[in-house]
T-cell receptor, first 112, second 114 residues
Framework: AQSVTQLDSHVSVSEGTPVLLRCNYSSSYSPSLFWYVQHPNKGLQLLLKYTSAATLVKGINGFEAEFKKSETSFHLTKPSAHMSDAAEYFCVVSHGNNRLAFGKGNQVVVIP | DTGVSQNPRHKITKRGQNVTFRCDPISEHNRLYWYRQTLGQGPEFLTYFQNEAQLEKSRLLSDRFSAERPKGSFSTLEIQRTEQGDSAMYLC????????????FGPGTRLLVL
């Protein structure tokens, strides 16, 4: 079975400060990992994906994530938060079995 | 590339009524997925199609739910005899075959059952 754990359902950051969203996964095999973002009244948008190539993955809007197999983690970071980053973020795992398993999400609030 | 589209965007219905949602995937994407997202939760997999064949169904998909993709293009998801517990956002995604498939999501259909 595959699962994803995202702690801190709500995260508040000040504009201009770093963002860190933690994700840990459980997997029996080498997974594919994704981060999606969901803005209000908009569809899920892919931020980045890990595909067993480089362990540091760069995504859109300045986000990046690092795959650490020893820690079974795939944390998402951004050096400097922007007001437009306020949204819900989902860590997602796939074993290539065509179904994605989503974490419960992190609701990010950016404080001006 | 116009993205995945879903209609309607919102649906309010009374308990016991039937509802049908439509999803139009990105053209030339042969795989199509349905997910359900309830408040405060991440999306949960319901079912998936490769072309017109429904290849996998989740245990979440009770016998009141039926999905079709008759010509391998658009798909419909029907819920019969709706219950209040069916209130959720229903998301559709599509993907092209590849080593690591990326699923592209539509905006969803928000269902409220009164």
């Amino acid at each position: 079975a595959q699962s994803v754990t995202q702690l801190d359902s709500h995260v508040s950051v000040s504009e201009g400060t770093p963002v860190l969203l933690r994700c840990n996964y459980s997997s029996s095999y080498s997974p594919s990992l994704f981060w999606y973002v969901q803005h209000p009244n908009k569809g899920l948008q892919l931020l980045l994906k890990y595909t067993s190539a480089a362990t540091l993955v760069k995504g859109i809007n300045g986000f990046e994530a690092e795959f650490k197999k020893s820690e079974t983690s795939f944390h998402l970071t951004k050096p400097s938060a922007h007001m437009s980053d306020a949204a819900e973020y989902f860590c997602v795992v796939s074993h290539g079995n065509n179904r994605l398993a989503f974490g419960k999400g992190n609701q990010v609030v950016v404080i001006p | 590339d116009t993205g995945v589209s879903q209609n309607p965007r919102h649906k309010i219905t009374k308990r016991g009524q039937n509802v049908t949602f439509r999803c139009d995937p990105i053209s030339e994407h042969n795989r199509l997925y349905w997910y359900r997202q309830t408040l405060g939760q991440g999306p949960e997999f319901l079912t998936y199609f490769q072309n017109e064949a429904q290849l996998e169904k989740s245990r979440l998909l009770s016998d009141r739910f039926s999905a079709e993709r008759p010509k391998g293009s658009f798909s419909t998801l029907e819920i019969q005899r709706t219950e209040q517990g069916d209130s959720a956002m229903y998301l559709c995604a599509s993907s092209a075959p590849g080593l690591v498939e990326t699923q592209y999501f539509g905006p969803g259909t928000r269902l409220l059952v009164l």
